[in-house]
């Protein structure tokens, strides 16, 4: 009986000693609350004391050799073919890699003339058409085999030759260096001839257009459409190990032709969560930050362990107007639409100031760049209403908004569609994944959508040209190829004009009048020009300000001191 | 013999009001969570659909000068990165969760219970037939069927509901086919079975009224999953469209300021995070008072 007795107490006791889901629950609750508070209270606190001075700017530091960088991308695409486009991630690896037939001015700013890469030197013909570049001798690909003038053209023409073994479909970057030439050809070992079918003032800087990497023949052959996954070129860094959708891991090639780059190693890593990517570059796990979220840019420039390196504002936001689908295709409506932003807003609150006032495409640091414009890309609600009215639709008037759901596009949408909603329009916004975001403009689906346009190629010509005839912005992101074939053609005229034009002044003419027609049928309605900023740990030195200011991030000069 | 009329006080008679107070008592005390749980869930559906009443602020105007100001008298909870009292969005952010999340079970509760019972109660092929269909239905994981149903049907408070449901619809249909076969083997139902009583009246009049107890108590169980489910909806951009408030969305885009304005995303999680815990606690006490394998526990 006592035995009964005991073991019922026994039972009892267990009972009441087990963790029961009401009881964890209510610890959770507990646990969590305090916690919270805990984190919570810490996050009002006043925001820390701003730290010791970095040190002031001295004596130049001799770079050291060493070091492995990490490097936060915003995403890692699935391939490496330059062709392609696969995101920002991908450029900043190819770059790193690539070697180029010309290259950026070493001195920094980013609208200089471009230097010889593995082209040693150049002439031009006297009308101007046929370029001759001479191979710079005893240069080898990261495969050890020598670059040389074949190497260059199978380069330069694989990605338009569907019977090179290297070739998929869908190649269409490569209009950055083949539109307007006529013929590519090796003269001999170490020269190659390009014949040009006009002039190009523009030439030179679209040779080291992200599409145009220098591939090692014997890679090209041996891999064929596996150079996706295994780049070979003749850059700084080989590629010692790609991992498709989430990172790449790239080493010194002690071969390079100014002599092995400082760094040892450079992890780019992708972070296509803001949220994480901050999580990273508190911790500490990444030194090198190219797209850090705004929002966390004024704490960051008070962290004594990192720095921030604001660019120049060559970067375009920008809305883009389809006109093969109403209401955008109403020119009213797109003024309206220009009016009712307020730019201000976007750039204190979700740029956080890491921005300026816009014209046109073309910026305030790049040729012909003509500030009138700041008067028509800025809110005026009164004229915006006038063009409600004048656009003959009842209001409201219904406006799908498109854009992809990443970085700060969702913080622009929110803000531009309350701005749209107020003068009279009803919109309905479409966040979109990258992917299915360039399939409905590349479809010519969307009305309103919303991107960027980075100054890759340091020429004017490289945003205008989105006006194009032959290119996708002008037939289906604007679709003015369709819906004012007589303004495309002026359009066209005028981009030839500009990219054949030898002198800077009468280029400025030319730039000024494709602007002021920008501002007239508004295809593209600016919303500022962004200074993308770069977090870095205070020991990263060497980076070129002008290349990062874009998204072409070039890390052979950069050491960690 | 004298007969002395006492009060009912005096005879120690408990006046009715005092013994329903008692009863109160006695319930609070057995229940405390539960109670807890439920009184905050009804400030919460009090406050979501008189939001306008409680806030002075509009929860979509943005103001620009106002932004990210740290939780002070005039903003209690802070204010977002447009300048929007980040108080009254909470408020109004309640109100495209619960609406979704209470639909959305009422309505698997209904499905579902409808397929079980019919399942269990009829049998052979048709049971066959329906728990293959829920079979299907359970072979994805719950969120993912929801995030699949809304990317099929698009974003928005009805489509996020029709997804919720679907995911829950299995879990009710499941329960009420176990309770339904267990039931159709009870005497009372053979004898009406025996008495002539077809099989709607079965249903309507037996089954039906026995397996709502544990129905309900699944229900706030499923609640509190729902509540959840419409959050993650609408972290992921599946839910409503900016701007308009609503707990998941405020979290999605209060989570890069973590580091920088920890408070913009703090208060919706903490609401779907009380919510969650208030049905949950209330669903607890509901399961001990229904449950009568439980109630003397």
């Given at each position: 009986m006592s035995t009964q007795r005991d073991h019922e107490k026994y039972l009892k006791a267990v009972q009441e000693a087990l963790l029961t889901r009401r009881r964890f629950l209510q610890g959770t609750a507990g646990f969590a609350g305090l916690m919270a508070m805990a984190q919570l209270t810490a996050g009002c606190?006043?925001?820390?004391?701003?730290?010791?001075?970095?040190?002031?700017?001295g004596e130049a530091a001799t770079p050291q050799n060493g070091g492995r960088l990490v490097f936060a991308a915003e995403a890692i695409g699935e391939s490496l073919e330059p062709g392609l486009w696969n995101g920002f991630g991908i450029i900043n690896i190819v770059d790193n890699i690539a070697g180029y037939l010309t290259r950026p001015n070493s001195n920094g700013n980013w609208t200089d003339p471009a230097e010889g890469f593995l082209a040693e030197s150049w002439t031009l013909s006297e009308d101007g058409k046929t370029y001759t570049f001479s191979i710079r001798p005893g240069m080898s690909f990261h495969d050890g085999t020598p670059v040389d003038a074949n190497a260059v053209v199978r380069s330069l023409t694989r990605q338009t030759n569907?019977?090179?073994?290297?070739y998929v479909e869908g190649l269409y970057m490569h209009t950055a260096f083949t539109?307007?030439?006529?013929n590519i050809t090796a003269a001999d070992e170490m020269t190659v001839v390009v014949e040009l079918e006009a002039p190009d003032a523009t030439y030179l800087y679209r040779l080291f257009h992200p599409s145009a990497v220098i591939i090692s023949t014997k890679a090209l052959d041996e891999l064929q459409q596996g150079i996706a996954t295994n780049l070979v070129s003749a850059g700084p860094f080989k590629l010692e190990k790609f991992t498709p959708g989430a990172e790449a891991q790239l080493v010194a090639f002690e071969q390079y032709y100014l002599g092995r780059p400082h760094l040892d190693e450079i992890v780019i890593r992708g972070y296509p969560d803001e949220g994480a990517m901050l999580s990273a570059i508190e911790a500490g796990e990444v030194n090198f930050a190219p797209y850090p979220p705004s929002s966390a840019i004024p704490r960051l420039q008070q962290d004594a362990s990192k720095k921030v390196v604001a660019g120049e504002p060559v970067v375009d936001l920008f809305l883009a107007c389809c006109m093969l689908n109403g209401p955008t295709d109403n020119k009213d409506v797109r003024k309206a639409i220009n009016y009712a932003v307020n730019r201000e807003n976007l750039i204190e609150a979700v740029l956080y100031g890491l921005g300026e006032e816009p014209a046109t495409l073309v910026g305030p640091t790049e040729l012909g760049f003509d500030p009138s414009g700041k008067e028509i890309s800025r809110q005026d609600l009164a004229k915006a209403q006038e063009h409600i009215a004048a656009s003959g639709l009842a209001t409201p008037i219904p406006l799908t908004f498109t854009y992809e759901s990443n970085r700060f596009w969702p913080q622009m949408a929110e803000l531009i569609k309350g701005d749209l909603e107020a003068v009279g329009f009803a919109v309905t916004l479409d966040a979109q994944d990258a992917g299915s975001y360039w399939g409905k403009i590349f479809g010519g689906q969307a009305q309103l959508s919303m991107n960027q346009r980075s100054l890759w190629i340091p020429d004017p010509d490289d945003k205008v040209?989105?006006?194009?005839?032959?290119g996708s912005g002008a037939q289906f992101e604007t679709g003015i190829v369709t819906a004012l074939p007589e303004y495309s053609a002026k359009m066209d005229e005028l981009l030839a004009a500009g990219k054949s034009e030898q002198d800077p002044e009468k280029r400025v003419a030319i730039y000024q009048e494709i602007q002021a027609m920008i501002l007239e049928e508004l295809p593209y309605i600016m919303l500022a020009y962004y200074t993308k900023p770069t977090v870095m740990a205070t020991n990263v030195e060497g980076l070129l300000p002008g290349a990062a200011?874009?998204?072409?991030?070039?890390?052979?000069k950069v050491w960690l001191s | 013999m004298a007969t002395v009329r006492l009060s009912r006080t005096d005879a120690g008679h408990i006046p009715a009001v005092t013994r329903q107070a008692q009863r109160w008592k006695t319930l609070v005390d057995r229940h405390l969570a539960a109670t807890v749980g439920g009184l905050f869930l009804l400030f919460v559906l009090l406050c979501s659909v008189a939001a306008p009443l409680f806030s002075p602020y509009d929860p979509i105007q943005i103001d620009i000068p106002q932004r990210l100001q740290a939780p002070s008298w005039p903003h209690l909870f802070g204010t977002d990165e447009f300048g929007r009292d980040l108080l009254t969005r909470v408020l109004y952010g309640g109100r495209p969760v619960l609406l979704t999340s209470f639909l959305s079970v009422l309505a698997a509760a209904v499905a579902g219970t409808a397929i079980g019972t019919l399942a269990g109660y009829l049998g052979g092929q048709v049971d066959n037939l329906l728990m293959r269909l829920i079979d299907v239905m359970l072979s994805f994981p719950a969120v993912l069927l929801a995030i699949l149903i809304v990317a099929a049907l698009g974003t928005g408070v009805p489509n996020a509901i029709v997804a919720v449901t679907f995911s829950l619809v299995p879990t009710f249909a499941r329960l009420a086919r176990a309770l339904a076969l267990s039931l159709t083997l009870e005497q009372f139902v053979v004898a009406s079975h025996a008495i002539g009583a077809t099989g709607p009246q079965i249903i309507w009049r037996h089954l039906l009224p026995n397996l709502l107890p544990p129905i309900i108590v699944q229900a706030t169980a499923m609640l509190a999953i729902a509540v959840a489910f419409a959050s993650a909806l609408s972290f992921l951009g599946l839910g409503v469209e900016p701007p308009t408030p609503d707990w998941g969305l405020m979290v999605s885009e209060g989570q890069r300021l973590i580091y920088d304005a920890l408070w913009v995303p703090f208060f919706p999680g903490l609401a779907i995070t009380l919510t969650v815990l208030a049905v949950n606690f209330l669903g607890d006490g509901l399961r001990d008072r229904l449950d009568p394998t439980l109630r003397n526990r």
């Open positions: 606190a006043a925001p820390a004391a701003a730290p010791a001075a970095v040190p002031a700017a569907p019977d090179d073994p290297s539109t307007g030439r006529k040209a989105l006006l194009q005839s032959g200011a874009t998204e072409r991030i070039f890390l052979e | -």
